[in-house]
């Protein structure tokens, strides 16, 4: 099995920023894309950054140029930099990871979400 473990985030000011953690850990030979995704009361869950294992990234329109996203392989560990957080900001926050595990071939993997609200 694989666990997802989130961190991070929290109550904060407008303009403030925060960091977020996923550590995945269990049976895992590989991890092929990471990213995170939000979802805000009674809205769709939406992409808001994910990055390959070759390190190439892809960002909201909306988070683009305020957010970073970033991965520790030898973590297993993505991160997501926030910054300039405004109150649309405000959601729970999903990591996603792709996993190739032995025997068992490619799956995708949710974390638990971690809130996040941006206070105006």
């Known amino acids: 099995q694989v666990q997802l473990v989130e961190s991070g985030g929290r109550l904060v000011q407008a303009g403030g920023s925060l960091r977020l953690s996923c550590a995945a850990s269990g049976s895992i030979f590989s991890i092929n894309a990471m990213g995170w995704y939000r979802q805000a009361p009674g809205k769709q869950r939406e992409l808001v950054a994910a990055i390959n294992s070759g390190g190439s990234t892809n960002y909201a329109e909306s988070v683009k140029d305020r957010f970073t996203i970033s991965r520790d392989n030898a973590k297993n560990t993505v991160y997501l930099q926030m910054n300039s957080l405004k109150p649309e900001d405000t959601a729970v926050y999903y990591c996603?990871?792709?996993?190739?595990?032995?025997?068992?071939?490619?799956?995708?993997?949710w974390g638990q979400g971690t809130q996040v609200t941006v206070s105006s």
């Open positions: 996603n990871v792709i996993v190739y595990r032995l025997h068992v071939g490619t799956a995708d993997y």
